[in-house]
């Protein structure tokens, strides 16, 4: 990891308005996420996650606070998202997916289908690089957002439960794959979960957050080498270690946010 900070979030908030006056969402949100960081977070459900996320995506505006990306390289999208829900255009081959956003930054076709081909090999769908979504899985449609996400080649990466929806096998294998193409790349990653599982071998950080409002709770470091073999990891003392540590912090959140 670069100790250069990527990501500057400062005493950031979000006030909703609600029927019975305002929700505030995010309270004094404050963290550095460094270039070349894996940045998970975690936190109950309802305690502002999505809404962090927004905000870094520039979707949504913060009530008050700052947020600073420093851009190393202006020809490039600021950011990529990869949400929940498979986001693929049903019209497009699988290559021309992977493909779309070099081509709204006006790549070549040549070019861009040569960088689409890298990932599609990534993600291993290259034979179904001219299929189009109806003939793929949910987890096979999964993995062409994850290779669009990173062909587009953008300054930070932000993943919204990306594989929150896919059965526990297809979500192993997409996340040795994301591993492994992160691991090539060093994209700078801010990833949001509901599987401490999943933050622990995926990142180098995991914020806690507390819930009502959404605050900092804690910031873990995971100090796992790599590259991780996610399999292997998850018999290691150390794994269990930091699974105690998150869990015990989380448990009290989920527990307050159920009273
Ligand atoms: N557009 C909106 N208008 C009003 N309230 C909102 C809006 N978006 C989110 N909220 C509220 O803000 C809070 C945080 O929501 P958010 O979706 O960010 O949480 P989350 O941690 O991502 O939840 P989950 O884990 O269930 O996906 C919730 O109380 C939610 O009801």
């Known amino acids: 990891m670069n100790n250069h900070n990527r990501i500057l979030l400062k005493n950031v908030s979000k006030i909703f308005p609600a029927p019975s006056g305002t929700v505030t969402a995010l309270k004094d949100i404050s963290a550095e996420i460094k270039e070349n960081e894996f940045f998970s977070i ?127 096998q297809n979500r192993i294998i997409l996340q040795e794959e994301l591993l492994r193409i992160w691991e090539t790349t060093q994209k700078t990653t801010v990833f949001i979960t509901h599987s401490l599982d999943e933050a622990i071998c995926l990142s180098d950080r995991i914020l806690i957050m507390t819930a009502n409002p959404g605050t900092v709770k804690e910031i873990i470091t995971v100090d796992l080498p790599r590259p991780r073999d996610i399999i292997a990891i998850r018999t290691t003392t150390e794994y269990n270690q930091i699974f105690q540590t998150v869990w015990s912090m989380l448990r009290e959140e989920v527990l307050k946010r159920n009273e």
């Open 42 to 168: 975690v936190g109950p459900s309802g305690c502002g996650k999505t809404t962090l996320l927004r905000i870094l995506a520039g979707l949504s505006e913060a009530s008050s606070g700052n947020i600073t990306i420093t851009a190393a390289n202006n020809d490039r999208p600021v950011n990529s998202m990869v949400f929940q829900e498979q986001s693929i255009f049903p019209w497009m081959t699988v290559l021309d997916n992977v493909g779309y956003g070099l081509r709204m930054r006006g790549i070549p076709k040549k070019e861009r289908d040569q960088i689409a081909k890298r990932y599609i090999e990534m993600i291993g769908l290259i034979r179904f690089i001219n299929s189009y979504p109806n003939q793929l899985s949910g987890g096979m449609k999964q993995r062409v957002s994850v290779a669009r996400a990173f062909a587009n080649d953008p300054e930070i990466l932000l993943m919204d439960e990306p594989f929150g929806a896919l059965d526990e």
